[in-house]
Antibody, heavy 123, light 111 residues
């Protein structure tokens, strides 16, 4: 059974940083691209970042480029999102999701989802 | 403002058929990029419902189906059930944004 378990969320002041983690199990982690998607309270879904199975290719939404960094440790079956220079508008539940391809191509979709971790940016 | 436009809400009685549209442009769906659909029940994480325009993952009932025409994709739900009530999102790739995009979401109410 595929399981994705996010952690690392919390309350942080504007300008602060957090490191989100997503522990994966039930599949060959290194064989699949992974993605972060967020959802602000009461709002819709927003794609944030994606990474290839090897970790060699990364992609970011314009809204987070230069502030967020996606990475993965295939030896630990874990996906990360380093979030820096946080703003109030970054407040959201952050979901990790897996694809069914090793590279995040244009027809990428998000097959399995975790339950999410809440990041609240407030003073 | 999403580049994929969905109606904010749709409704139907139990047993009825409803459709949810997702209209894009020649930068995304119209550029022959696939459309995908997700269901989000209240308080839950999203769940993949339809991928690559009209394919169902294992475990998704055949009451859910997808189609594509031009710059739009659509989700049809037949035999509407109370447990279908929730939010539905379309998703595709946009070449102008060089990234993956979601529609704004549609709230389905079962009357």
């Amino acid at each position: 059974e595929v399981q994705l378990l996010e952690s690392g969320g919390g309350l942080v002041q504007p300008g602060g940083s957090l490191r989100l983690s997503c522990a994966a199990s039930g599949f060959t982690f290194s064989s699949y691209a992974m993605t972060w998607v967020r959802q602000a309270p009461g709002k819709g879904l927003e794609w944030v970042s994606a990474i290839s199975g090897s970790g060699g290719r990364t992609y970011y939404a314009d809204s987070v480029k230069g502030r967020f960094t996606i990475s993965r440790d295939n030896s630990k079956n874990t996906l990360y999102l380093q979030v820096n220079s946080l703003r109030a508008e970054d407040t959201a539940v952050y979901y990790c999701a897996t694809s069914r391809d090793i590279l995040p191509g244009p027809n990428l979709y998000f097959y399995y989802w975790g339950q999410g971790t809440l990041v609240t940016v407030s003073s | 403002q999403s580049v994929l436009t969905q109606p904010p809400s749709v409704s139907g009685a139990p047993g009825q058929r409803v459709t949810i549209s997702c209209t894009g442009s020649n930068s995304n769906i119209g550029a022959d990029y696939a459309g995908h659909w997700y269901q989000q029940l209240p308080g839950k994480a999203p769940r993949l419902l339809i991928y690559a325009d009209n394919n169902r993952p294992s475990g998704v009932p055949d009451r859910f189906s997808g189609s594509k025409s031009g710059t739009s994709v659509s989700l049809a739900i037949t035999g509407l059930q109370a447990e279908d009530e929730g939010d539905y999102y379309c998703q595709s790739y946009d070449r102008s944004l060089s990234g993956w995009v979601f529609g704004g979401g549609t709230k389905l109410t079962v009357l």
